[in-house]
């Protein structure tokens, strides 16, 4: 039983990813529009209809401030913390949302026979999540906006066959780069994000099972794909498949188990 995944964008401009896994599709975050998920999905045939689930892993705009449209234009039941939900309400115009599950980070949610793991956070976000979608033999880890590498991340990257992790940003160009030093304390600090050396190093240490793994959630400023690239190469010298989500563009298919691997979308 195989595992399929699809970054339709990835950074603070907007995140949503595609799963597809044991006969179930899901979605997890909606920071990007309805329109252009639609969009991105049909370059490889896939549609916005039908879909299971929308999972959400936070609070922050860039993850969450299209849920509504996601729900009432697509019917998509909307899955989420309640700290987290009541968080964005109070910010953002989300609408009306009829269709809501609820779910605790620490627990796992059940789609037929797909598991998804939900993981407790450091990220500053209000009670966020990271995931680990299980189907078969195969586990595929969505793990970003972390904030450190806590206590048990690397038991979790351990049990994994394809991660996509995030590597936000490089510590050289955010210190001379033009963010406020408040800003960049909270970056680099317990509760921001993962820098690329962080991340290759987790994933040297504990990647051994991994088939590929995708960078994710790379700063516009203080990063470079092909520097993220590079440091993660240099660092763990991977036997998996290694690359990098865009900012403003999908992924190919990803797969775990199945033939449609690296299927490149007929359009962005």
């Known amino acids: 039983m195989g595992i399929i995944a699809i970054s339709l964008q990835s950074g603070s401009n907007g995140n949503c990813l595609y799963v597809e896994a044991g006969g179930r599709r899901l979605l997890f975050d909606a920071g990007i529009c309805g329109s252009l998920a639609e969009r991105r999905l049909a370059a490889f045939g896939k549609t916005m ?4 689930a929308l999972i959400v892993s936070h609070d922050h705009a860039d993850h969450i401030r299209h849920a509504g449209v996601y729900q009432r234009k697509y019917g998509i039941p909307i899955y989420v913390s309640a700290l987290t939900l009541d968080a ?11 269709d809501v599950y609820y779910f605790k980070p620490g627990r796992q949610i059940t789609f037929g026979r ?3 793991h ?5 990220h500053d976000g209000v009670e966020g999540a990271a995931f680990v979608i299980s189907s078969g033999e195969k586990r595929l880890g969505i793990l970003t906006d972390l904030g450190h590498a806590f206590n048990g991340l690397g038991e979790v990257v351990a049990s994994l066959n394809g991660v996509f992790i995030e590597s936000n940003y490089d510590p ?7 963010y406020p030093p408040s800003l960049k304390r909270r970056i680099k600090g317990p509760r921001g994000h ?3 050396i962080e991340a290759a190093e987790l994933l040297a240490s504990h990647g051994k099972a991994l088939e590929w793994a995708c960078l994710a959630h790379l700063s516009e400023e203080n990063n470079r794909p092909a520097l993220a690239l590079k440091i993660h190469k240099d660092v763990a010298n991977p036997k998996y498949a290694l690359h990098a989500a865009g900012r403003h563009s999908s992924t190919a298919i990803f797969e775990l188990g199945g033939p449609e691997l690296n299927r490149q979308p007929r359009l962005f």
């Open 49 to 52: 209809r039908g879909i299971d």
């Open 88 to 98: 964005a309400l109070c910010k953002y115009k989300l609408g009306t949302l009829n």
């Open 114 to 116: 797909v598991s998804v």
């Open 118 to 122: 939900t993981i407790p956070t450091a």
């Open 172 to 178: 050289e160009m955010l210190e001379q780069g033009s």
């Open 194 to 196: 993962l820098s690329n």
